[in-house]
């Protein structure tokens, strides 16, 4: 099964934090971000490979940003 990292991108001058989780296609990182609600923005890497940006909208949903 792939290995997925989120890198969390937090307000003020806190240094990202990464969540590493594995999962067939990285659909946990949805659930993972939306446990969190002060986030609003984070990296999805597989691997060591970039996969996208993830930012949450005015509606409270997620948009991935290839």
Same mark, same amino acid.
């Given at each position: 099964? +792939?290995?997925?990292?989120?890198?969390?991108? $937090? %307000? *003020?001058?806190?240094? +990202?934090?990464?969540?590493?989780?594995?999962? $067939? %296609? *990285?659909?946990?990182?949805?659930?993972?971000?939306?446990?969190?609600?002060?986030?609003?923005?984070?990296?999805?890497?597989?691997?060591?490979?970039?996969?996208?940006?993830?930012?949450?909208?005015?509606?409270?949903?997620?948009?991935?940003?290839?």
């Amino acid at each position: 099964m +792939p290995t997925y990292t989120l890198e969390l991108e $937090e %307000d *003020g001058p806190i240094e +990202p934090r990464s969540i590493e989780f594995e999962s $067939e %296609d *990285g659909h946990e990182a949805f659930r993972i971000l939306s446990s969190n609600e002060h986030l609003q923005k984070a990296k999805i890497y597989r691997n060591e490979n970039l996969v996208g940006t993830i930012v949450k909208t005015a509606e409270n949903g997620w948009l991935l940003n290839p």
